[in-house]
Every structure is written in structure tokens, then in C-alpha cells.
């Protein structure tokens, strides 16, 4: 009944507006059951065939099965928003890779651009089995406040509720942690695609007091708002910002010449035209002789290697490498190339860059015998803590793993989503599946850690665990910055 009134509501946009957006796309279009079925095929043969890391964390006789009750559960025709769902987010889920994730097609994306649809009202702050409310969207409704912790909704504890979300989420291995904070930033979104859309919902919580209350709270219907205040909180809502305002949110430097501290934030090793910004961020840090860098990185999901290497030089006291394997079980992507959306200088890279193995893989010998030297102009020897938690992913985790033990850095926070001991990436195309248009991402190389870790499935763990406390969330406290500061203080 959920999803009925959720697809509903999305036929109803569609009419409205879907033809002066996209004159072809059409999200209540049901594709036949035969045309998932070769879809899934092909995503499953490509995987078997393509995928360095396919059975890592789950064995071969379990993926089996895992494909096979996948293939199972399509009985009937659906439509790309349930095939994504209810097909391919658990399939995906299973592999325990957090690179190989799936999006919609570009029609879907196109047309669910700046619609508003309805959805879950409260925004949530998530850890362990802990939800606090961050928002309550319904602005009429008074009965619900920020700080208020929810213990089930919809019949549904806290701990079921997660586990099941969870099912539908890519992972590196067991670091889940990830998890938490995705749903943290965007509850709202998975419940729906996972739960469905309801008219009311059936809220368990507990009061500011402690004191056990039941109440029924409607959908949020964006359509009905008109407050501006309340758009940060949209699904998929994006605020115009100029582009030093991009910049800034990509990678900004604070400095505090008093306590000789500088807080670099950084949000991503893709963008931002960061060889240079770290050049002049190190070279300001010397001139004005500060001695502790708060280094956050709690929103860094990764990017270019090549950006993490070029800072990693300028704090690493030591030498060190890449990976100590980044290997590939392929050298081309055929016989799938038409399938598989990859850059030219990937498809060059495999060909050149890369050399078969006594074990029989492609192994990428420049990030695995690169011999990486520290800088000397301008290299950092003061204190370093560095901020982390679950968004803490792909080449922040290898720089986590890169500096962790030195005696000068120090992790504070929560466990990164990356894993220690390694993962897939480098090189990652999306799989577009025919049928439906659906996207799959492919990493092509499996990287493990330089030194690492026995394989335990686990994030890169924090040397100063902070973790949230309802307090903090209803008081609005940056615990681990204070933490780190703190910290500072002492040593001063």
C-alpha cells in the first residue's frame, strides 16, 4: 500500500509537469519481467567477470546464492525505481564493496530534479540504535521536537529498523559506520525508497524527560510549504552557491594565530584544484609558524589518489606506498565494453599500465612500487589531529592508514567507512544496464593498504574515540573539534 500511494504521487508529477522536462522518460513505466531479468543476467556476468574483489568479504558459494535469490524475486514487471530497490540495492549490499553502489538512470534524474515529492517528516541523528530528531519538517506539528529520541516507528524498533535499512546499503567490508551517517544526512530519502511513502506514520519516542509517548504524525508534502527556511532540508536539494563559495565548502583553512592552530577542512581529494591550495595552505602554516593543525576530513569520501599522495608528502615523516596491492582480474572490458562507461585513458591505462602477475592478475606497479618521499619545503612537524567518522572513505581512509602511529598525528572521532585494510577503486566505471539504464558502479582494482592490517573487515580506527551523545546533538556541540582543541590546550 506504501509504495502504491509513493508511485502514485510520482504519476501525478509526471503528468503535470513530466513533458517539459523530459518528453520520453516516464517513471510509472513498467519494464516486463523478461527485460529485468536480462538486465540483472548482465549485471551478474559482469561482476563474475570484471569484479577484483567480488568475493572478499562474502564467499563464492553465498554470492551464488545471493544472485540466485535475486533473480528469483523478480516475478513480475517494475518499474526502474522498484527494480533499483528492491532488486539491485540488496544485491549490491552483499558484496560488501562501498564503490560498487548503484544510481538512477539519467531519465529518472532529469525528471526528479527540483520536484517536490512527498516524504518521511524527521530528519534524524543516527548511531548504534540511537535516533534523535534533528528536524521535524512539519512545522505545524508540535507534538514531536528536535532533541525528542525516536524507538520505533511504524510498529518497528530502532534496532530492526536499521538492520533492515542497512540491507540496503553498500560497505566496505563490516565498516558500517558509513551507514550511520548516510541515514543521518538524509533519513528521510532511504525510509521512503526502502519503507515506502505513508499518509501517517506511527511514531514511538521518548520525550526532553524520558517519558514514553506514541503519536501519528502525517507525511511532509514539500508542495504545501513555502517557507525558504526549510529547503536545506529537501532530498536532493542543492543551494546555489557562487564559486569561491564552492571552493570554500571543498576546502577552507582557518587560522588562530593566539593558540598557533589552523583547522583545514577538507571535503574531497576530487576537486578544488587542491596541489595548489595544499601548497599554499603549508606554505602560510610555516610562515605563521603554527604548531597544531586540526585536519577534518569528516566529509571526505575520497577522489584522486594522486591529491591524497601530494598531502600525505607534506605531514608523513616517512616513506611510503600507495598500496601493496592494486591488482585487477581483467586487462580490457570486453566481451562488456558497450555496457561499461569508461574514459579512454582508463581503457590506455589497462593496456599500459598494467602487468600480468605470477598470480595471474593485472597488477598496477606504479601505485604498488612507488616509493613516496616526504617534502622538505615547508613539510609540517607539528602537532595533527585529524577528525574522522563514517564519511571518511576511499583515499581518506588511505591517508588515515598512511599517517596513523606517527608520533606527531593523532585520529580523533569515530571509525572511518574506508577500509583499513584495503578496497576496490582506482579505476571506476559505471555498468549502464540496457533495459533499464540503470548504474552500477564497477571497480576495476583491488587496492590493499600499504602495511596493512589483517583483514578484519573494519574501518580505520580512531586513536581518540568520539562518538555523538544526545546532548551534543541537542545542544548543537562540535564534540570532536572540542575534543581536539582540548587536547591542544593541554599540550600548550
Not at 512539519?138 to 538492520?163: C, E, F, P, R, W
Not at 585520529?411 to 567507512?417: C, F, N, R, S
Amino acid at each position: 500500500m506504501a509504495l502504491k500511494l509513493f508511485f502514485s504521487f510520482l504519476t501525478s508529477a509526471f503528468l503535470l509537469t513530466g513533458c517539459t522536462v523530459s518528453k520520453n522518460y516516464s517513471p510509472d513505466k513498467k519494464f516486463s519481467k523478461e527485460q529485468l531479468q536480462e538486465d540483472y543476467t548482465l549485471l551478474r556476468n559482469i561482476l563474475e567477470k570484471k569484479h577484483p574483489s567480488l568475493y572478499w568479504y562474502t564467499s563464492k558459494d553465498s554470492m551464488d546464492n545471493y544472485f540466485q535469490q535475486g533473480y528469483q524475486h523478480i516475478e513480475d514487471s517494475m518499474t526502474e525505481l522498484q527494480f533499483a530497490w528492491k532488486i539491485i540495492a540488496p544485491l549490491t549490499n552483499k558484496i560488501r564493496c562501498g564503490h560498487t553502489s548503484f544510481s538512477m538512470s539519467n531519465g529518472w534524474n532529469k525528471f526528479i530534479k527540483n520536484r517536490k515529492i512527498p516524504f518521511f517528516p524527521l530528519h534524524l541523528k543516527i548511531w548504534a540504535d540511537t535516533m534523535v530528531v534533528t528536524a521535524n519538517l512539519n512545522i505545524k506539528d508540535s507534538v514531536i521536537k528536535k532533541g525528542y529520541l525516536i524507538t520505533a516507528i511504524n510498529g518497528i524498533s530502532n534496532h530492526h529498523l536499521l538492520q533492515k535499512m542497512f540491507g540496503y546499503m553498500a560497505q566496505d567490508g563490516y565498516a558500517d559506520n558509513v551507514n550511520y551517517i548516510r541515514l543521518s544526512n538524509n533519513f528521510p530519502y532511504f525510509h521512503r525508497n526502502i519503507f515506502g511513502l505513508y499518509k501517517t506514520y506511527s511514531i514511538e519516542y521518548l520525550d526532553i524527560t524520558g517519558v514514553e509517548k506514541k503519536a501519528l504524525i502525517p507525511m511532509y508534502d514539500p508542495s504545501a510549504d513555502t517557507l525558504e527556511k526549510h529547503k536545506r532540508f529537501l532530498p536532493g536539494h542543492v543551494k546555489k552557491l557562487s564559486k569561491r563559495q564552492r571552493l570554500e565548502w571543498i576546502r577552507s583553512l582557518q587560522i588562530d594565530t593566539a593558540q598557533s592552530t589552523a583547522i583545514l577542512k577538507l571535503n574531497s581529494f576530487a576537486k578544488g584544484n587542491l596541489p595548489k591550495f595544499f601548497r599554499r595552505t603549508f606554505k602560510r602554516l610555516h610562515e605563521e609558524n603554527i604548531s597544531n593543525l586540526i585536519f577534518d576530513i569528516r566529509n571526505n569520501g575520497g577522489g584522486d589518489i594522486n591529491n591524497f599522495v601530494f598531502l600525505t608528502r607534506f605531514i608523513s615523516n616517512s616513506s611510503f606506498k600507495v598500496a601493496d596491492t592494486a591488482a585487477s582480474i581483467a586487462k580490457n572490458f570486453r566481451p562488456y565494453s558497450r555496457y561499461i562507461k569508461a574514459g579512454f585513458f582508463d581503457r590506455l591505462a589497462l593496456v599500459f599500465l598494467t602487468k600480468k602477475g605470477n598470480d595471474k592478475k593485472y597488477h598496477f606497479g606504479f601505485w604498488e612500487n612507488r616509493n613516496i618521499k616526504p617534502k622538505q619545503h615547508n613539510h609540517f612537524n607539528g602537532n595533527v589531529y585529524v577528525l574522522t567518522n563514517g564519511l571518511t572513505f576511499s583515499a581518506s581512509a588511505l591517508f588515515c592508514n598512511a599517517v596513523k602511529g606517527q608520533s606527531n598525528v593523532k585520529l580523533v572521532g569515530e571509525e572511518t567507512g574506508g577500509g583499513w585494510y584495503g578496497n576496490s577503486g582506482i579505476m571506476i566505471p559505471d555498468i549502464i544496464l540496457p533495459s533499464t539504464k540503470l548504474k552500477v558502479r564497477l571497480p576495476f582494482f583491488r587496492l590493499v593498504q600499504y602495511h596493512h592490517i589483517a583483514k578484519k573487515g573494519t574501518g580505520v580506527l580512531p586513536d581518540v574515540l568520539v562518538g555523538p551523545t544526545v546532548k551534543d546533538v541537542r545542544d548543537n556541540i562540535d564534540r570532536k573539534t572540542a575534543v581536539a582543541k582540548e587536547m591542544i590546550r593541554k599540550n600548550n
